[in-house]
C-alpha cells in the first residue's frame, strides 16, 4: 500500500513520526508531500518544510515528494498511485484536494491535532476517516460545531489515543547512557526540545541577525528582556 504524509508545516514531521514509522515497519510505501507554496518568511517563515527538515527514521526513508499547489498534489498522487493520503485535522482548502484524487480511489484520512481542527469541526465527516484523540474529544467538537447547525453523522470517526506520544517508547534508557557515556551510578534526564520560534537559542539566529524589521526584533525580545540592549543600540 502507498501511503502519503501531507507536510504543511515543517512541525507535522512531529505529529506523524510514530504513523511514518509504524508504516514503514508494516511494509508500506511511504511519501512525504511537501507543500513549497508554504510562506518562506516572515514570522511564520520558519514552519517551511524544507527539504532539511525531514527526519531520520528508524525503520526506512520515506519518499520526499513536493507540490505547490492544488492541481500538483493531485498530479503527483495520481502518478505515484498513492493509495491513502493523511493530514494533520481536515480544513476547508482540503476538500477540493480531495475532491481531484477521490475519482482515482485514493482514501483521505484526518489525525486530529489539539483543539486545531475545532474551527472546522463541521467538515469532520468529509474524511474516509478521522481519527481522533478520544471520545471526549469528538464530544468537544460536536459542541462547539452546534451552533452552526451542521448535522455531524461521525460514520467515519475512529479513536487513536494520541500518536506523538507513541516517540516515548523508542527511546532506549540504556542506549542514551551509553553513547553519551553517562556512569550507571548517575541519573538521566533527557529534554527532547521542539524546534519553536520563540526558543532562547534561536531568537538570534531568526530574529536579531536575520529580522530586518525592529518592530519584529522587538516584539521576538519581549520573551527575554535581557536582549533589548542586543537589538536597540
Given amino acids: 500500500m502507498k501511503i502519503a504524509f501531507l507536510i504543511e508545516k515543517n512541525t507535522f514531521y512531529r505529529m506523524f513520526a510514530p504513523l511514518i514509522e509504524e508504516a514503514m515497519l508494516c511494509g508500506h510505501d511511504v511519501y512525504c508531500l511537501h507543500d513549497t507554496a508554504a510562506i518562506r518568511g516572515g514570522t511564520k ?37 498513492i493509495d491513502i493520503v493523511i493530514s494533520i485535522n481536515f480544513y476547508h482548502w ?36 478521522y481519527f481522533f484523540f478520544s471520545e471526549v474529544w469528538y464530544e468537544l467538537a460536536r459542541t462547539f460545531n452546534q451552533p452552526k447547525k451542521t448535522q455531524l453523522i461521525g460514520d467515519g470517526v475512529r479513536f487513536c489515543g494520541f500518536p506523538e506520544l507513541d516517540q516515548i517508547t523508542v527511546i532506549d534508557p540504556a542506549q542514551v547512557r551509553l553513547e553519551l557515556g553517562i556512569p550507571e551510578d548517575k541519573p ?24 530586518n524589521n525592529p518592530v519584529m526584533k522587538l516584539l521576538a525580545c519581549m520573551r527575554y528582556p535581557k536582549y533589548f540592549n542586543h537589538v536597540i543600540h
Fill in 45 to 81: 517563515g520558519y514552519l517551511y518544510p524544507a527539504l532539511s527538515d525531514v527526519p531520520i527514521f528508524r525503520n526506512g526513508k520515506p519518499v520526499v515528494l513536493f507540490y505547490s499547489d492544488v492541481m500538483a498534489f493531485a498530479t503527483t498522487v495520481r502518478e505515484m498511485k
Fill in 94 to 129: 482540503h476538500i477540493r484536494f480531495q475532491e481531484l484524487v477521490k475519482p482515482f480511489g485514493v482514501k483521505w484520512v484526518s489525525i486530529q491535532y489539539a483543539l486545531d481542527m475545532l474551527p472546522a469541526s463541521h467538515l469532520i465527516d468529509i474524511p474516509d476517516r
Fill in 188 to 211: 538521566v534526564v533527557l529534554y527532547l526540545s521542539f524546534q519553536y520560534l520563540m526558543q532562547e537559542k534561536q531568537l538570534y539566529s531568526r530574529y536579531i541577525f536575520t529580522e
